[in-house]
């Protein structure tokens, strides 16, 4: 069985949900990676080094630089003749562009999933991760998502994949005309990327405004080396950005410590994070449900416990 694996990257340095897929495009065959983008000669290279790796197609052309699902799909598609499933990490881009991909090839597309069973059989959440489906499909060519907190990384380096370039199908044209890039306005932090981070730092409604937010939870996560997440009812209260915000309508995350200040558990937020090895909560309301997936839990006002803390660390 060939596996496509589409590649996350930036133009210029392969990100590491690629990784996670990479992993579980393994359980099921030979792995072949697709750098779609433009001037990613080195992102093709950082791909071929990847563990376990056959074949890395490359297609650079300026209708790929932005990574348009109506110009980057068409492309996938062309590609399946030779290959059974094709993978996507489950970010923003891969879940953009896999769904077009399942409609142009007339299959189901699958999602999230969490393991392998079998060639044809995946484990995925639902019900905001309460439950756990065991989904088998019956279909010949395969689009899914993976889910990166639940596959190991792969070696970013040890491999040897050979590097092949391809054109786009038919000859045509790789702009379709369907859309075009307006703009992007990208958060920068001197902080960790929130999906890769090994300790996050995350507040919610009870911290009562964006400058309490900010004034609590920066200088615990400057003194952790964290990154920030929030609620979903912190970021829709305007306390923190989007990019911050963490769950099941937000990123899914897994670090070595979780540390949820003034936040009540609500099970989409828990949805995000509980996978976390090591959670710790910091809540007035003894009740709150975050308790019971918290390995270490303080109640108490978080206005005196966070500084606190902050100043003994």
């Known amino acids: 069985m060939k596996t496509l694996v589409w590649v996350e990257h930036d133009n210029q340095n392969l990100k590491d949900a690629t990784l996670s897929a990479v992993t579980a495009a393994a359980k099921l065959g030979e792995v072949h990676l697709l750098v779609a983008g433009q001037g990613v000669d080195g992102v093709a290279k950082q791909a071929a080094a990847i563990e376990g790796v056959g074949k890395v197609h490359v297609a650079d052309d300026a209708a790929y630089a932005h990574f348009l699902a109506e110009n980057v799909a068409p492309l996938i598609v062309s590609l399946m003749g030779s290959h059974d499933a094709v993978l996507f990490p489950a970010t923003t881009t891969g879940k953009n562009i896999a769904p077009r991909v399942a409609a142009a090839l007339d299959v189901m597309q699958i999602s ?5 069973e079998g060639a044809d059989t995946f484990t995925r959440p639902i019900y905001a991760g309460n439950a756990i489906a065991t989904v088998q499909t019956s279909d010949k060519k395969l689009v899914i ?18 590097i092949e370039a391809v054109a786009s199908e038919g000859g045509a044209s790789a702009d379709r005309g369907l859309s075009t890039f307006a ?5 920068k932090s001197e902080r960790p ?30 003194k952790l080396g964290a990154a920030v997440g929030a609620s979903r009812a912190a970021v829709d209260a305007g306390y923190a950005p989007n990019d911050y915000q963490v769950g099941q309508t937000g ?8 540390v949820a200040i003034g936040i009540s558990g609500a099970i989409q937020h828990l ?6 090895k090591t959670i710790i909560a910091i809540n007035k309301d003894e009740d709150a449900p975050i308790f019971q997936v918290a390995d270490i839990g303080l109640v108490g006002d978080l206005f005196k416990i966070v500084p606190e803390l902050t100043e003994k660390l």
Do not use: C, N, W
Request: net charge negative; no cysteine; aromatic share 4%.
């Open 112 to 116: 999230d999933i969490l393991s392998v």
């Open 145 to 162: 998502t993976v889910r990166g907190t639940a596959f190991p990384k792969a070696a970013a380096t040890g491999g040897s994949g050979t």
């Open 183 to 187: 703009g992007a306005e990208i958060a």
């Open 193 to 222: 990327e929130l999906t890769s981070a090994k300790v996050i730092v995350s507040g919610g409604r009870a911290l009562g405004s964006s400058e309490q937010f900010h004034a609590q939870i920066d200088p615990l996560a400057d």
């Open 251 to 258: 990123k899914i995350v897994a670090p070595e410590v979780y």
């Open 271 to 276: 949805a995000g994070m509980k996978d976390s």
